[in-house]
């Protein structure tokens, strides 16, 4: 009963905007429609919890989201069980 709510990139390019590390940002509906594309400040503001690493996450388990920013930039989405039980087996490695 899953449905696609959307699908979000990260590009980096040369030049593009060296205060945030050259990072464009973009957001898509299911359709493909384009909801943001650029300097995404909610993107932005999400990833500076790893800016020593370039703004990017390494893949859970190794960082996990704290549970009070994922519902903070993603209100309407529920939470992966999955996501939720990685936490709770791993909770040294929710970025802080």
């Not at 009963?1 to 060296?18: E, I, N, S």
């Not at 903070?72 to 999955?82: R, V």
């Amino acid at each position: 009963h899953k449905q696609l709510v959307g699908v979000t990139a990260m590009l980096k390019a040369a030049k593009f905007d060296p205060s945030d590390r050259n990072w464009i940002m973009a957001a898509y509906d299911p359709t493909g429609k384009v909801l943001a594309y650029g300097k995404v400040g909610s993107c932005i503001a999400c990833h500076v919890l790893v800016r020593h690493q370039d703004l990017v996450f390494a893949p859970p388990p190794t960082q996990l989201l704290p549970i009070s920013t994922w519902k903070a930039f993603f209100s309407k989405q529920e939470m992966n069980p999955a996501y939720v039980a990685l936490i709770q087996k791993h909770p040294g490695a929710v970025v802080q």
